[in-house]
């Protein structure tokens, strides 16, 4: 009965919520024929490509936030890990640099190979399987889009939650470019060269270069004496090729390549809830939060790279699009998984993967009622541990056949896991009758996972006993989307939709002893209203939305390892708000809103840790329902403001920007948490006259807030945090452009 209340209420609350929006509409409508006579340009269009084709945002009937390359810079964010800070409803947690995304709530805190995100990252049209490759540089991108919602049509594999699309700088006919060096007070120097032109008449191209070092880390290791949180180098490289091979025929490349050698995390360090074991060591010796005191370093080496091949025909009533993509991917680790002083539980990986895709678009060209796309997706994935190496030193090693106390008890594991989908796809929009349009969609997927390995334990290097595994299985799933939107004047349109979204099941190939878990699924209803007010100086884009979430896959860490299992279901609702006001020709304000009830509705049996008075935890199982969704902060809003002037001939660009994110928690037992938290960024830029230099100072993370990005419990030690955030940081850059 109360379950039944709560959905009374929050459908009660929805409908309102729909019916102001509605009501907003209706009351603007007027306004626009006037504002549309007397149109003096206002905020520029902004175009995306959510729906498979290019379009303007304000026309698209799904909730997206979009924020340009430019916008990007202006505010500090120049990686996929800050991207938090620029959209509310976004969270983000990394676990030994795995990007694990949450959009209104969605998401997981799983890692490990094989494991993929509920929220896709497509970059230049091409979806990323490894959560490993999502930590991305954002120096030659030129828009961050975010779907908010199921993407389970046009997108389909693992857009349960939506979808973070990267769309990086097309190439250019004229020759020109950008020179950019970024110097802090950790002497975390950043280098970006940028070249584009064109070769021929048909062909042209262009090259980004990013190179970064870093003199000083963030904190040390009190017991080695290393630097931690420390870059020693990251390389990125990338090009794009663009051939006009006929008038309907156009060939593009897009070539990348990353390499980096860092102390990025994980650097685990014991939590203040609870104390570690007696004996295994406490994290009370450092004022700075950034300090580990582990008895191992921590190195990160990592390298990815791919191809991807896109042909356009245009047939006339269709454009004809392939997409053929190729990507690699090696990374290796080691860590102390107790964050404890003493040698207890080491941890190496060895992972190694890639990924080959093929998509295929038929999508209807012109101006007529009936719009459509058809199309067919197939991925082959591999990921492989190659191996894993889990130390466990005395006591924990425990004894060999003979009864002998083992000093060091060593766990190979080398398997590899095996992913394959097709699927088939296709949406319809039709205008019934002027500025009244349907839009259905249909999805459906076949996927194959496997996994094979080996598992060997190692009694001080002597084997003791090896476990063989080989499984299977597969699932075919429907995915679908129904919408109706309905234009209000010349500059408004309101709609609603309703989608169908699904995550597929995998195993554990941390701990592939354990059983696979099943896929999630996710029913997601929406109102929203995309609106241009005051002569389009004002842009106010708000939505209402109700989740159904279940078979929920929950994750949990034992001794270094994480366990993925299926918790049982979830409510979620809210309402989020992107907005934007060009006030003046020369200042803009711009900002966003999250609110979000996100609990689960029914969990009788998930994992309840308990902190002991000697200190460690104590493991359970209990009933989580009514506990919040881990990562799923109640409120998050951000705000900023741009402002140029003229000074002394040079142009003057001053840009502040502060987000906000409410507590939220690591785990489903909703006991550690990261408190709410402000994020506070600023920079001032002069354009020399000429326009070709600028320099620029900046402050991010002013308020010098620590962010946990990481929070689990090592049972039966105690709590591990990870911060893998910035702390306050400042610095110059200069920028040089050159050619046209």
Do not use: C
Not at 723 to 739: C, D, E, H, I, S
């Amino acid at each position: 009965m109360q379950s039944l209340n709560s959905i009374l209420k929050a459908g009660r609350n929805y409908a309102m919520a729909g019916g102001s929006l509605l009501a907003i509409a209706l009351i603007s409508a007027p306004a626009y024929a006037q504002d549309q006579a007397e149109d003096t340009g206002g905020l520029q269009d902004i175009v995306v490509t959510a729906q498979k084709r290019s379009e303007n945002l304000q026309k698209v009937p799904i909730a997206i936030a979009a924020v340009s390359g430019e916008q990007l810079a202006a505010t500090g964010i120049t990686s996929t890990n800050a991207l938090a800070s620029a959209v509310p409803g976004l969270s983000l947690n990394t676990t030994s640099q795995n990007f694990s995304p949450h959009i209104r709530g969605i998401g997981t805190t799983a890692f490990g190979v094989g494991v993929e995100n509920p929220v896709a990252l497509v970059v230049d049209g091409v979806y990323y399987a490894s959560a490993l490759m999502g930590l991305a540089d954002l120096s030659d991108v030129d828009q961050v889009a975010v779907l908010k919602g199921p993407q389970g049509t046009l997108f389909g594999r693992n857009a349960t939650g939506g979808v973070i699309q990267l769309t990086t700088r097309e190439p250019k006919d004229d020759f020109g470019g950008e020179i950019r060096s970024e110097l802090d007070q950790y002497m975390t120097s950043r280098n970006f060269l940028y070249l584009t032109g064109g070769v021929t008449d048909d062909l042209k191209g262009n090259l980004s270069v990013k190179y970064a070092t870093q003199g000083e880390g963030w904190g040390k290791n009190i017991q080695t004496g290393q630097d931690v949180h420390k870059i020693d180098y990251d390389v990125q490289l990338r090009s794009k090729w663009n051939w006009t091979a006929s008038d309907s025929t156009t060939v593009k490349l897009a070539l990348d390549y990353a390499k980096q050698k860092n102390s990025l995390g994980p650097n685990l360090s014991p939590g203040t809830q609870t104390t570690y074991l007696p004996g295994f060591g406490v994290n009370n010796f450092s004022s700075n939060p950034f300090d580990i005191n582990s008895a191992f370093n921590d190195k990160n080496r990592f390298w990815m790279g791919g191809a991807g091949l896109t042909i356009e025909q245009d047939l006339g009533v269709a454009r004809l699009v392939s997409i053929s993509a190729f990507r690699k991917y090696k990374y290796s680790t080691g860590f102390n998984a107790t964050a404890s002083v003493f040698p207890t539980i080491e941890i190496e990986f060895d992972w190694k993967g890639q990924q080959f895709t093929q998509e295929l678009q038929l999508v209807s060209q012109g101006s007529d009622r009936l719009k459509w796309t058809l199309g067919a997706y197939y991925i082959n994935s591999q990921d492989r541990n190659d191996p894993i190496f889990t130390r466990l030193f005395a006591p924990l090693a425990g004894t060999d056949p003979f009864g002998n106390l083992v000093g060091v008890g060593t766990n190979v594991l080398n398997n590899k896991l095996t992913a394959e989908s097709i699927s088939g796809f296709g949406q319809m929009t039709y205008e019934i009758v002027d500025g009244t349009r349907l839009t259905g969609g249909f999805r459906y997927t076949y996927e194959k996972r496997s996994q094979a390995g080996t598992s060997t334990f190692l009694a001080d290097g002597f084997p003791v006993g090896s476990t063989t595994f080989n499984d299977s299985f597969s699932v075919k799933r429907p995915t679908w989307r129904l919408a109706i939107d309905q234009d209000i004047g010349d500059r408004s349109m309101v709609y609603a939709s309703y989608n169908r979204g699904f995550k597929s099941g995998g195993f554990n190939g941390i701990t592939p002893t354990n059983p696979p878990y099943r896929p999630e699924k996710l029913d997601a209803y929406e109102i929203g209203l995309k609106t241009e007010l005051l002569d389009r100086t004002l842009r106010l884009n708000p939505a209402v939305f109700y989740y159904k979430y279940q078979d929920i896959q929950v994750s949990r860490f034992n001794q270094g390892n994480t366990l993925i299992f299926n918790g049982a279901g979830a409510e979620l609702y809210g309402i989020d708000l992107d907005a934007e006001w060009q006030a003046t020709e020369s200042f803009r304000l711009f900002g966003g809103l999250e609110w979000l009830h996100a609990k689960f509705t029914d969990f009788p049996v998930a994992d309840i840790f308990t902190p002991l008075p000697g200190g460690g935890v104590a493991q359970s199982v209990g009933s989580v329902t009514g506990n919040r969704l881990p990562y799923a902060p109640k409120f998050t809003f951000n705000i900023g403001a741009n402002y140029s002037t003229e000074l002394a001939g040079s142009k003057i660009d001053l840009n502040v920007s502060d987000s906000y994110s409410g507590k939220f928690y690591g785990e489903v037992d909703n006991r550690l948490f990261q408190k709410a938290y402000h994020m506070l960024n600023a920079s001032a830029t002069a354009t020399l006259p000429g326009e070709r230099l600028s320099v620029g100072v900046w402050g991010r993370n002013l308020l010098d807030k620590l962010v946990a990005t990481q929070m689990s419990t090592q049972a039966p030690f105690g709590d591990t945090f990870d911060y893998a955030n910035p702390p306050r940081t400042y610095g110059v850059t200069v920028r040089y452009k050159f050619g046209n």
